[in-house]
C-alpha cells in the first residue's frame, strides 16, 4: 500500500503518465544530442508527470552538460524498494538518481549502496529544509540523501460535525475528543487499519506524539536494538487504536482501510474527521469537478494540525517524502549531484506541489503565491511538516514496519496491554533471526 | 503453466515399444536399443539433436537456481549486509520448521489445495461430460465460452474478485445481502475464513476450465464400444459412468489432479492481491516471497523456498505412485 499519498486523479492519470513518461523516454533519446552528452537516469516514483517536467527542465538548463531521463518504479514504496535494494546490491551503474522513500534510506546507507554527497552540495541543498525532512536524509549524522518534497498528515474534519460535537477546531485537539465526537454522532473516524505501511505510519505518530519513540536507539545493530512500545506512549497508543477499532469507530471497513478507502468514506455520509496525506484536497476538488460529489462538501471541509495524544502536548504527525539519491556504482556521480542541485531547487519544488499536490521539503518554496491558491492549508501542512516525525530510521525498517502492521492490525483485535508487549517480542525476535516474519 | 495432455498410447510414437508418456530426456530402454534398426537409431539421434537444446536450457534455468537455493539456504544472507555472510548449516531450517509461522502457512496453503482440487474435479468433470455430449454446432462456443476464465491473467482476474467483494467497491454484499450472514457491512477480507473463501472461490473459477479439459481429454479416449456395451447390458447412467467410464480415464484423472495440487499448492497471485498474506492467509509462496524479496533475508528464503520445492515433490511422488499404479492397470486390461 503507498504510504506517499499522492493526489488520486494520479491513479487514475497513471496509465496516462506512464504512456507520456514512456513517449518523453523515446523522444529524449531519439532526438537526444549525438555528441556524447551523458545521460543520467533518474529513477522516479509515479506521480503526474512532474518529476519528468522537472529532468526535462533541468536536462534544458544544463546547456549540454547532462541529460535526465526518467525511469518509472513501481508504485508502492515497498516495491520501489524492493527493486531499488536488488539493483543497488547488484551494482547496477544505471542508478544515478534514485527518488527514495525515507523509512528505507538508512538500509541502503548503511552497505554503502549510496554515494557520499559531496560538501558544496550539502551545503546548498539544506538551506531552509524543514528538520523532519533533513532528519529523515541523514544516516550516522552524514546527510547521505538530498530532501526533494516532504509530506505529512494533518486533520481533516468536516466542519457540521466539529460544530455540532462542540470543538474549537481553532485550536489543537486530542484523539479522545474525536473519538467522543465520532462515537456520539455515530459517525465514522478515518483512520488507516489495514495490514499495511498505513499501519505503521498512524502507530509511528501516536507513539511519538506521546513522546516516545518506537526504537530506542535506532543505530544499534538488530540483535540489540530495543523497542518502546511498552512505554506509556506506546500503551496509550494500544488504548487509541483498540478503542477506534473495538467500539465500531473506523467503520465495517475498518480492518482492510488504507489511506484512499479512508478518504472515500469521509467524503460520504458518515464522514468526521481524518488523518490523511493532502492528496486528498486535489482529490476531492477533482471528484467535485467530476460531478461524482457534492459541491458542497468542499465547504464543509476544513483542517488542522495532526490530532495530540496528550492534551496540550504537541503531537508528532507523520512525515512522507522524497529524497534524492545517487547509487554508488553510478559512473558521474558529480554529474548526478549538479542534476540533483538542479531538481530540488525552491522553484521545481513549488511547481511540483502546485502541478503535483506534494509539498516542498524547502520552506523557501512555500513563499511562491500560486502554492496559497492551490492549497489553502499550505500554511497548516508547513506546521505540520515542522513539528513531524520521521519513522523508526533503522536499516531494519522492513522487519520493524512489517512486525508493526502484522500485531496491529485489525485495530479490533488490539489489546491495550498485551499488543504492545506481544509486537515488541515478535519484532525482537525476527530482527535476532529466530522467527520468520 | 505446464499443461501436457495425458498420455495415453495414442500418438503414433517413433517408439511404439517403450513406455508412453516418455519423451526425449526420460528413461531410454538401454536393452531394447539394440534391436532398433539404422532407421529406428538415426531417427532417435535427430529426437535428441532436436530437443537437446532445450534440455540444456531447462537444466539451465531449473536446476541451477534449484542448486544455487539450496546452497544459498546454508548461510544467513541478508542483501544489504553483503559482509556479514555465515555460514550456518541448517539452522535456517531449524529456524522455519520450529516456527509457528511456517505451519500455519503450510495448513492454509493445503487447505486451498485440498478444496480447490476438489471442488474443481466434481466441477470440471461436469463441464467436461457438458462438452463431451454437446451437439457438434455448439461444441465450438462451448468449449470457447468455459475455456474463457483459463485465458484471463490471474493478477486481472483476482482483481476484479477483489473489487466485487470490497466492501467500499464491491457488489456481492449487496446482492447476495439476503442470504444469512451477508449484510453491507461484511468485510470479506478482515479474517481468514471469509477471505480464504474469495480467495478459493476465484481460484476455483479460474482454473476448472484447465482440469475440464483434461478432463474432457480422458472422455474422449474412452472407446464409444464399452459404454454401448454396457448399455445394451441394461446399465442405468450412473453405472456406466461408475464402472464403465471413470474406471478408463482414472489416468487422465489422476494426471488432473497432480497438475492442479501442484498449482495450487504454488498458489501466490491471488493472495497477494486480495489481502496479502493478512489475517491468516498467508501461504508458502507468499512466506517465501517476503523472506527473500521484502526482507531481503536470502538464506531463510532460499530454505523456505527449498522447504516449498521438497513439499512438491511429496506431492509428486504420492501422485506419480498412484498414477503409474494406474496407468499399468489400464494397459494391462487392453
Known sequence: MPTRKRNSTRNRSRAGTVASVLAGTLLLSGCGPADGTKTLTWYINPDAGGQADIAERCTEEAGGAYRIETSLLPSDAASQREQLARRLAAGDSSLDIMSLDPPFIPELAEPGFLAPVPDDVAESTTQNVVEGALAGATWKDELVAIPFWANTQILWYRKSVAEAAGLDMSKPVTWDQLIDAAAEQDKYLGVQGAQAESMTVWVNALVESGGESIIVDPEAPSDEIELALQSPAGLEAARIVSTIGNEGLGGPGLATQDENTSMINFQGDNGSFMVNWPFVWPATNGAVEAGTLDASLIEDIGWGVYPQVTEGEDSAPPLGGISLGVGAASDSPELAYEAIECIVSPENQAEYFVSNGNPPANTEAYEDPRIEEAFPMADTIRESLEQSAPRPQTPFYNEVSTGIQQTWAPPAQVDPKGTPEESTEFIISVLRGEQLL | MTSAIPARPVSPDLEPDTTPGVGPGGPSDKKATAQYSDRVRAERRLGWILAGPAFIVMLAVTL????????????????????????????????????????????????????????????????????????????????????????????????????????????????????????????????????????????????????????????????????????????????????????????????????????????????????????????????????????????????????????????????????????AGAQGGK
Open chain 2, 64 to 327: 541451477y537456481p534449484i542448486l544455487q537455493a539450496i546452497y544459498e539456504s546454508l548461510f544467513q544472507f541478508r542483501l544489504t549486509a553483503p559482509g556479514e555472510r555465515e555460514f550456518i548449516g541448517l539452522g535456517n531450517y531449524a529456524v522455519i520448521l520450529s516456527d509457528g509461522v511456517w505451519w500455519s502457512a503450510l495448513w492454509t496453503t493445503l487447505l486451498i489445495t485440498i478444496v480447490t482440487v476438489a471442488v474443481e474435479l466434481v466441477l470440471g468433470f461436469a463441464l467436461a461430460l457438458v462438452m463431451h455430449k454437446a451437439l457438434k454446432a455448439v461444441r465450438g462456443p462451448l468449449r470457447t465460452a468455459i475455456l474463457v476464465p483459463y485465458g484471463i491473467i490471474t493478477v486481472v482476474s483476482a482483481f476484479a474478485w477483489f473489487y466485487a467483494f470490497d466492501i467500499n467497491s464491491g457488489y456481492v454484499n449487496s446482492w447476495f445481502a439476503w442470504l444469512p450472514g451477508i449484510d453491507s457491512d461484511l468485510n470479506w477480507f478482515a479474517q481468514g475464513p471469509t477471505a480464504l473463501f474469495v480467495i478459493m472461490a476465484s481460484e476455483i473459477w479460474k482454473t476448472t476450465p484447465f482440469i475440464s479439459l483434461l478432463l474432457l481429454a480422458g472422455l474422449a479416449q474412452v472407446p464409444d464400444e464399452l459404454t454401448e456395451a454396457a448399455k445394451v447390458d441394461g446399465a442405468t447412467w450412473w453405472e456406466q459412468m461408475r464402472k464403465v467410464i471413470i474406471p478408463n480415464m482414472k489416468a487422465a484423472i489422476m494426471v488432473a489432479v497432480l497438475f492442479r495440487a501442484l498449482d495450487a499448492f504454488r498458489i501466490f497471485d491471488n493472495v497477494f492481491i486480495m489481502t496479502n498474506g493478512a489475517y491468516g492467509t498467508e501461504v508458502l509462496s507468499l512466506l517465501a516471497y517476503r523472506q527473500s524479496i521484502s526482507r531481503l533475508e536470502i538464506g531463510l528464503g532460499s530454505a523456505v523456498s527449498v522447504l516449498l520445492f521438497l513439499c512438491v515433490l511429496i506431492i509428486c511422488f504420492i501422485a506419480i505412485k498412484l498414477f503409474k499404479v494406474d496407468l
